[in-house]
T-cell receptor
Protein backbone atom coordinates (compact mmCIF):
# COMPACT_ATOMS: atom_id res chain seq x y z
CA UNK A 1 0.00 0.00 0.00
CA UNK A 2 1.22 3.49 -0.83
CA UNK A 3 -0.93 4.97 1.96
CA UNK A 4 -1.73 8.66 1.43
CA UNK A 5 -0.04 10.34 -1.51
CA UNK A 6 0.01 14.05 -2.27
CA UNK A 7 1.06 15.96 -5.36
CA UNK A 8 2.82 18.21 -5.98
CA UNK A 9 5.52 18.19 -3.28
CA UNK A 10 6.37 21.84 -3.85
CA UNK A 11 4.71 24.71 -5.69
CA UNK A 12 5.24 28.43 -6.07
CA UNK A 13 2.18 30.43 -7.06
CA UNK A 14 1.75 34.05 -7.95
CA UNK A 15 -0.92 36.08 -6.16
CA UNK A 16 -4.28 35.54 -7.82
CA UNK A 17 -3.42 32.21 -9.46
CA UNK A 18 -5.37 29.05 -8.75
CA UNK A 19 -4.30 25.47 -8.25
CA UNK A 20 -5.45 22.09 -7.06
CA UNK A 21 -3.59 20.02 -4.49
CA UNK A 22 -4.13 16.34 -5.12
CA UNK A 23 -4.61 13.70 -2.42
CA UNK A 24 -5.17 9.98 -2.91
CA UNK A 25 -5.40 7.14 -0.41
CA UNK A 26 -5.45 3.42 -1.13
CA UNK A 27 -6.60 2.18 2.27
CA UNK A 28 -10.33 2.40 1.53
CA UNK A 29 -10.78 4.93 4.34
CA UNK A 30 -14.06 6.79 4.46
CA UNK A 31 -12.71 9.79 6.34
CA UNK A 32 -10.34 12.27 4.72
CA UNK A 33 -8.99 15.61 5.89
CA UNK A 34 -7.02 18.63 4.74
CA UNK A 35 -4.81 20.50 7.21
CA UNK A 36 -2.43 23.39 6.91
CA UNK A 37 0.63 23.70 9.12
CA UNK A 38 2.20 27.09 9.71
CA UNK A 39 5.34 27.63 11.80
CA UNK A 40 4.44 27.92 15.48
CA UNK A 41 0.73 27.46 14.76
CA UNK A 42 0.14 23.72 14.78
CA UNK A 43 -2.17 21.88 12.41
CA UNK A 44 -5.40 23.60 11.43
CA UNK A 45 -8.26 21.67 9.82
CA UNK A 46 -9.39 23.20 6.52
CA UNK A 47 -12.00 20.71 5.28
CA UNK A 48 -12.94 17.13 5.96
CA UNK A 49 -15.06 14.44 4.35
CA UNK A 50 -16.84 11.46 5.89
CA UNK A 51 -17.43 9.72 2.58
CA UNK A 52 -17.80 10.18 -1.15
CA UNK A 53 -20.08 13.11 -1.87
CA UNK A 54 -19.96 14.47 1.71
CA UNK A 55 -17.70 17.33 2.76
CA UNK A 56 -17.75 19.88 5.55
CA UNK A 57 -15.79 22.92 6.68
CA UNK A 58 -13.13 22.78 9.32
CA UNK A 59 -11.56 25.57 11.30
CA UNK A 60 -10.02 27.61 8.43
CA UNK A 61 -11.98 26.98 5.18
CA UNK A 62 -11.90 30.47 3.67
CA UNK A 63 -10.14 30.60 0.30
CA UNK A 64 -10.38 26.85 -0.28
CA UNK A 65 -12.78 24.36 -1.82
CA UNK A 66 -12.92 20.59 -1.86
CA UNK A 67 -14.77 17.80 -3.59
CA UNK A 68 -15.03 14.07 -2.94
CA UNK A 69 -16.32 12.19 -5.93
CA UNK A 70 -14.58 8.91 -5.03
CA UNK A 71 -13.47 7.21 -1.81
CA UNK A 72 -9.83 7.46 -2.89
CA UNK A 73 -9.48 11.11 -3.93
CA UNK A 74 -9.91 14.34 -2.01
CA UNK A 75 -8.51 17.32 -3.96
CA UNK A 76 -8.14 20.77 -2.40
CA UNK A 77 -8.71 23.77 -4.65
CA UNK A 78 -7.17 27.18 -4.02
CA UNK A 79 -8.84 30.00 -5.87
CA UNK A 80 -7.18 33.43 -6.13
CA UNK A 81 -4.09 32.52 -4.12
CA UNK A 82 -2.98 34.98 -1.44
CA UNK A 83 0.32 35.24 0.51
CA UNK A 84 -1.60 34.16 3.65
CA UNK A 85 -2.02 30.74 2.02
CA UNK A 86 1.72 30.12 2.07
CA UNK A 87 1.93 27.00 4.20
CA UNK A 88 2.53 23.27 4.27
CA UNK A 89 -0.62 21.35 3.40
CA UNK A 90 -1.25 17.85 4.70
CA UNK A 91 -3.90 15.45 3.59
CA UNK A 92 -4.91 12.65 5.96
CA UNK A 93 -7.31 9.74 5.99
CA UNK A 94 -8.70 7.47 8.68
CA UNK A 95 -10.83 4.40 9.19
CA UNK A 96 -11.83 5.38 12.70
CA UNK A 97 -12.15 8.92 13.94
CA UNK A 98 -8.85 9.11 15.77
CA UNK A 99 -6.06 7.28 13.94
CA UNK A 100 -5.35 9.55 11.03
CA UNK A 101 -2.72 8.64 8.44
CA UNK A 102 -0.99 11.65 6.97
CA UNK A 103 0.53 12.20 3.56
CA UNK A 104 4.00 13.71 3.07
CA UNK A 105 2.69 17.24 2.53
CA UNK A 106 2.76 19.92 -0.14
CA UNK A 107 4.87 23.03 0.46
CA UNK A 108 3.15 26.01 -1.13
CA UNK A 109 4.57 29.50 -1.47
CA UNK A 110 2.45 32.37 -2.76
CA UNK A 111 4.38 35.45 -3.87
CA UNK B 1 -5.45 31.86 25.68
CA UNK B 2 -4.88 28.99 23.25
CA UNK B 3 -6.94 25.88 23.86
CA UNK B 4 -3.81 23.74 23.76
CA UNK B 5 -0.36 24.96 24.81
CA UNK B 6 2.88 23.21 24.01
CA UNK B 7 6.44 24.41 24.52
CA UNK B 8 8.05 24.62 21.06
CA UNK B 9 11.54 23.74 22.27
CA UNK B 10 13.98 22.75 20.94
CA UNK B 11 14.66 20.28 23.71
CA UNK B 12 18.13 18.75 23.51
CA UNK B 13 18.99 15.66 25.54
CA UNK B 14 21.84 13.12 25.50
CA UNK B 15 21.22 9.63 24.16
CA UNK B 16 19.76 7.35 26.81
CA UNK B 17 18.03 10.16 28.74
CA UNK B 18 14.39 10.07 29.81
CA UNK B 19 12.44 12.71 27.90
CA UNK B 20 9.30 14.40 29.16
CA UNK B 21 7.09 16.24 26.68
CA UNK B 22 4.02 18.10 27.89
CA UNK B 23 0.83 19.85 26.83
CA UNK B 24 -1.59 21.89 28.86
CA UNK B 25 -5.15 22.61 27.82
CA UNK B 26 -7.99 24.83 28.90
CA UNK B 27 -11.11 22.91 27.79
CA UNK B 28 -12.17 20.59 30.62
CA UNK B 29 -14.37 18.67 28.16
CA UNK B 30 -11.35 17.17 26.36
CA UNK B 31 -11.16 13.46 27.00
CA UNK B 32 -9.48 11.97 23.93
CA UNK B 33 -5.74 12.59 23.71
CA UNK B 34 -3.16 11.70 21.11
CA UNK B 35 0.56 12.11 20.54
CA UNK B 36 1.97 12.34 17.03
CA UNK B 37 5.62 12.24 15.94
CA UNK B 38 6.67 14.28 12.92
CA UNK B 39 10.06 13.91 11.32
CA UNK B 40 11.44 16.85 9.36
CA UNK B 41 9.60 17.39 6.06
CA UNK B 42 7.28 14.44 6.71
CA UNK B 43 3.67 14.06 7.75
CA UNK B 44 2.77 13.35 11.40
CA UNK B 45 2.36 9.72 12.50
CA UNK B 46 0.28 8.56 15.45
CA UNK B 47 2.32 7.37 18.45
CA UNK B 48 -0.11 7.05 21.33
CA UNK B 49 -3.84 7.41 21.95
CA UNK B 50 -5.43 7.64 25.39
CA UNK B 51 -8.92 8.14 26.66
CA UNK B 52 -9.67 10.09 29.84
CA UNK B 53 -7.16 9.97 32.71
CA UNK B 54 -4.38 7.55 33.50
CA UNK B 55 -1.29 6.07 31.93
CA UNK B 56 -0.70 4.06 28.78
CA UNK B 57 2.57 2.36 27.93
CA UNK B 58 3.90 1.17 24.57
CA UNK B 59 7.51 0.06 24.51
CA UNK B 60 9.72 3.01 25.43
CA UNK B 61 6.78 5.43 25.31
CA UNK B 62 4.36 6.27 28.13
CA UNK B 63 1.44 8.66 27.76
CA UNK B 64 0.00 10.19 30.90
CA UNK B 65 -3.18 12.23 31.32
CA UNK B 66 -4.01 14.32 34.39
CA UNK B 67 -7.44 15.77 33.76
CA UNK B 68 -7.60 17.49 37.15
CA UNK B 69 -4.58 19.60 36.16
CA UNK B 70 -5.48 19.70 32.44
CA UNK B 71 -2.04 18.36 31.67
CA UNK B 72 -0.82 15.54 29.45
CA UNK B 73 2.67 14.11 29.10
CA UNK B 74 4.63 11.82 26.85
CA UNK B 75 7.67 10.11 28.36
CA UNK B 76 10.36 8.53 26.22
CA UNK B 77 12.72 6.15 28.01
CA UNK B 78 16.23 5.35 26.77
CA UNK B 79 15.96 8.04 24.13
CA UNK B 80 17.71 7.43 20.80
CA UNK B 81 18.94 9.80 18.07
CA UNK B 82 16.16 8.34 15.91
CA UNK B 83 13.65 9.88 18.34
CA UNK B 84 14.75 13.33 17.15
CA UNK B 85 11.56 14.81 15.72
CA UNK B 86 8.73 17.19 16.52
CA UNK B 87 6.08 15.80 18.86
CA UNK B 88 2.53 17.08 18.55
CA UNK B 89 -0.26 16.57 21.03
CA UNK B 90 -3.88 16.55 19.89
CA UNK B 91 -7.13 16.33 21.79
CA UNK B 92 -10.87 16.29 21.43
CA UNK B 93 -14.00 16.39 23.55
CA UNK B 94 -16.21 14.13 21.52
CA UNK B 95 -15.99 10.52 20.52
CA UNK B 96 -16.32 10.07 16.78
CA UNK B 97 -15.38 13.67 16.06
CA UNK B 98 -13.07 14.58 13.25
CA UNK B 99 -12.05 17.85 14.78
CA UNK B 100 -9.00 17.51 16.94
CA UNK B 101 -7.17 20.50 18.37
CA UNK B 102 -3.44 20.18 17.81
CA UNK B 103 -0.64 21.66 19.86
CA UNK B 104 2.09 23.56 18.06
CA UNK B 105 4.63 20.77 18.62
CA UNK B 106 7.85 20.39 20.61
CA UNK B 107 11.07 19.85 18.69
CA UNK B 108 13.26 17.18 20.31
CA UNK B 109 16.93 16.56 19.58
CA UNK B 110 18.61 13.47 21.00
CA UNK B 111 22.37 13.83 20.84
CA UNK B 112 24.54 10.76 20.20
Amino acid sequence: NAGVTQTPKFRILKIGQSMTLQCTQDMNHNYMYWYRQDPGMGLKLIYYSVGAGITDKGEVPNGYNVSRSTTEDFPLRLELAAPSQTSVYFCASSYSSYEQYFGPGTRLTVT
Amino acid sequence: QKEVEQDPGPLSVPEGAIVSLNCTYSNSAFQYFMWYRQYSRKGPELLMYTYSSGNKEDGRFTAQVDKSSKYISLFIRDSQPSDSATYLCAMSAISGTYKYIFGTGTRLKVLA
